[in-house]
């Protein structure tokens, strides 16, 4: 069985850290660490099945990045992550293209349900 491909969009190490030791046994494990590599990541590699974007991230945020993806890729699961958790910073994600969003720090149960609603 091939593993599926997440892509973590993350600029702080420790928070990439402990969501690649989380993933790392059960899926690939891709990087970008800031809005701008995730966009160019999405678009240059097909074989990614879910992106787990941060909002908050130098050169371009993830909800200006989703908003981007979503122009060329418009079904890829895009999983928002935020420690800013005001219902206006979801509900614009949401609109802008977000398929769900998850509360810093990010828990595993939570964390794997949301992968496994969408399949992976």
Do not use: C
Request: glycine share 4%.
């Amino acid at each position: 069985m091939n593993k599926k491909t997440i892509l973590i969009a993350e600029d702080n190490d420790s928070n990439y850290m402990y969501l690649w030791m989380l993933l790392r046994g059960d899926y690939n494990v891709i990087r970008a660490v800031n809005g701008t590599q995730a966009v160019e990541s999405v678009k240059k590699n097909d074989s990614i099945d879910l992106v787990l974007m941060d909002i908050k991230m130098p050169e371009m945020t993830g909800v200006e990045a989703t908003e981007i993806i979503r122009q060329f890729n418009p079904t890829i699961p895009i999983v928002m992550q935020t420690s800013f958790a005001f219902d206006q910073d979801i509900e614009l994600a949401m609109r802008k293209g977000a398929s769900a969003y998850l509360t810093k720090p990010v828990l595993r149960d939570p964390l794997f349900a949301e992968l496994h609603r969408f399949g992976l």
